[in-house]
């Protein structure tokens, strides 16, 4: 729950100021594949029985959170809708190839779960669209920081279409807290007289008072 709800603080800025600013969409597109998949596959229909409810559960509310802050993008920009279609079409082939044309839990699980599985990877890979960004301008600003350990449940119930996206998305993760670390004190030092990095885009210059009355300053005695 943590892992979908922590773009929240994102969001909150992006509605401040009406603005998504260099955010990128793409990572939330991809986590509303993984929820969706996921969902389906904790579901009767996949699964057997209620054997993964909280998979269901958890990912069922990712659904909702990842749809709102997917909202607020093609309210601000209309292309965003044509990045979130195609991964709604590929989610309801898969929903219904795995319900019509599969006839067993274990097949489904298998199939679901190996779609689940790239869509995960791509979930836990997709904040690294922006490391160029990061690198470049120094700044993690504008990079989205979240890291979850879904591997352990996945361990526990020996499911590994649950624990496999993590062996990956653990060093995504690492990768993603040595950026963090290594440019998070450039976003917190603090700004030069002569920094030109206002909200309101004005330039502050000092000047000294011998520059405004053209006398060069006395020697002290």
């Given at each position: 729950?943590?892992?979908?709800?922590?773009?929240?603080?994102t969001?909150?800025?992006?509605?401040?100021?009406?603005?998504?600013?260099?955010?990128?969409?793409?990572?939330?597109?991809?986590?509303?594949?993984?929820?969706?998949l996921?969902?389906?596959?904790?579901?009767?229909?996949?699964?057997?029985?209620?054997?993964?409810?909280?998979?269901?559960?958890?990912?069922?509310?990712?659904?909702?959170?990842?749809?709102?802050?997917?909202?607020?993008?093609?309210?601000?920009?209309?292309?965003?809708?044509?990045?979130v279609?195609?991964v709604?079409?590929?989610?309801?082939?898969?929903?219904?190839f795995?319900?019509?044309?599969?006839?067993?839990h274990?097949?489904?699980?298998?199939?679901?779960g190996?779609?689940?599985?790239?869509?995960?990877?791509?979930?836990?890979?997709?904040?690294?669209?922006?490391?160029?960004?990061?690198?470049?301008?120094?700044?993690?600003?504008?990079?989205?920081f979240?890291?979850?350990?879904?591997m352990?449940?996945?361990?526990?119930?020996?499911?590994?279409?649950?624990?496999?996206?993590?062996?990956?998305?653990?060093?995504?993760?690492?990768?993603?807290l040595?950026?963090?670390?290594?440019?998070?004190?450039?976003?917190?030092?603090?700004?030069?007289?002569?920094?030109?990095?206002?909200e309101?885009?004005?330039?502050?210059?000092?000047?000294?008072?011998?520059?405004?009355?053209?006398?060069?300053?006395?020697?002290?005695?």
């Amino acid at each position: 729950m943590l892992l979908y709800a922590a773009p929240l603080l994102t969001f909150r800025r992006v509605v401040r100021k009406g603005n998504v600013e260099e955010f990128s969409c793409v990572p939330y597109i991809l986590a509303l594949f993984n929820c969706l998949l996921y969902t389906w596959y904790g579901l009767p229909v996949v699964s057997s029985g209620w054997e993964n409810f909280p998979v269901s559960t958890i990912n069922g509310l990712g659904i909702v959170l990842e749809i709102t802050f997917i909202s607020i993008y093609i309210w601000r920009y209309r292309f965003a809708l044509q990045l979130v279609l195609p991964v709604l079409t590929f989610f309801g082939v898969t929903a219904c190839f795995s319900s019509f044309l599969i006839h067993t839990h274990h097949m489904r699980k298998v199939v679901v779960g190996s779609v689940g599985l790239v869509a995960s990877i791509s979930m836990y890979s997709s904040p690294m669209v922006a490391a160029k960004q990061v690198i470049t301008t120094k700044s993690v600003e504008f990079m989205p920081f979240y890291l979850a350990l879904w591997m352990v449940y996945g361990l526990l119930g020996k499911d590994l279409f649950l624990a496999s996206p993590n062996f990956v998305g653990c060093p995504m993760g690492i990768l993603q807290l040595v950026l963090y670390c290594m440019y998070r004190r450039s976003d917190e030092a603090p700004g030069k007289p002569h920094d030109i990095e206002q909200e309101n885009g004005l330039k502050v210059v000092t000047v000294h008072p011998q520059e405004i009355t053209g006398r060069k300053p006395e020697a002290q005695k």
